[in-house]
């Protein structure tokens, strides 16, 4: 019998004045910041870990989680995630090596952008609980 691999992941939604962060790939596609949890490496780690490496940012608050997910990959490998509130207090953003540029996106126009891998964004922009901001009867 085939031993399933699995993997767990985060994204988050990073918010600053009404605004997402969105990383552009280097195939030219926008993504959410994150990635899969390494050895021994809790989702909170690894959360801190992936907006580190991937935005220069060390000074983010995590406020909850609002989504699950899960796929499967070509290779096999199942995996798990959980997509994130945080906000961005401090620092200068600093791209990593899996990207070459980035935006803050203001969160009304982000239905309209074609993200990868974009796990969570249709619960957070149809939740008015999650959109700060946002009214009830809007």
């Not at 983010?60 to 995996?79: D, H, Q």
């Amino acid at each position: 019998m085939a031993k399933f691999r699995v993997n767990h992941g985060v994204k988050t939604l990073l918010l600053k004045d009404g605004q997402v962060l969105v990383l552009l790939k280097q195939n030219g596609q926008w993504d959410l910041p994150g990635g899969r949890e390494e050895e021994n490496e809790s989702c909170f780690d690894c959360l801190r870990r992936e907006i580190r490496e991937e935005s220069g940012l060390d000074n983010v608050e995590i406020t909850n989680s609002f989504a699950s997910w899960s796929f499967v990959k070509e290779s096999g490998l199942r995996v798990y995630g959980t997509t994130w509130l945080c906000r961005f207090v401090s620092g200068e953003i600093s791209v990593g090596l899996e990207h070459s540029n980035f935006a803050w996106i203001p969160i009304n126009q982000l239905k309209d952008m074609e993200i990868y891998h974009k796990y969570g964004l249709d619960k957070f922009m149809a939740n008015s609980n999650l959109v700060p901001g946002r009214e009830e009867n809007q």
